[in-house]
Nanobody
């Protein structure tokens, strides 16, 4: 089982990034997917959720309008489009798969927002 994130990096305030998480080794289309982030010294927080079929999504109010989650079950990939990035969005972003009590984590990708 693998979840491999990509697309992180350094971006200026106001910029955009698109993160990808490629899944393998399990039936991706039957798992709900989430993106989490964790900044140094901070608790991990939920960034976005999408159900297995890609119909239902959730983004916390603090990120709504800036972050969008989507998935392509044919490509076994979930995406996080992040716009209007701010320094406080700096964190390690990780994808997470869950179905019932089964869950998998990716290793994370660093996003740094700085001028």
């Amino acid at each position: 089982v693998q979840l491999v994130e990509s697309g992180g990096g350094l971006v200026q305030p106001g910029g955009s990034l698109r993160l990808s998480c490629a899944a393998s080794g399990f039936t991706f289309s039957s798992f709900a997917m989430r993106w989490y982030r964790q900044a140094p010294g901070e608790e991990r927080e939920l960034v976005a959720y999408i159900n297995s079929g890609g119909i239902s999504t959730y983004v916390p109010n603090s990120m709504k309008g800036r972050f969008t989650i989507s998935r392509d079950n044919a490509k076994n990939t979930v995406y996080l489009q992040m716009n209007s990035l701010q320094p406080e969005d700096t964190a390690v972003y990780s994808c997470h798969a869950r179905r019932d009590s089964i869950e998998f984590w990716g290793q994370g990708t660093q996003v740094t927002v700085s001028s």
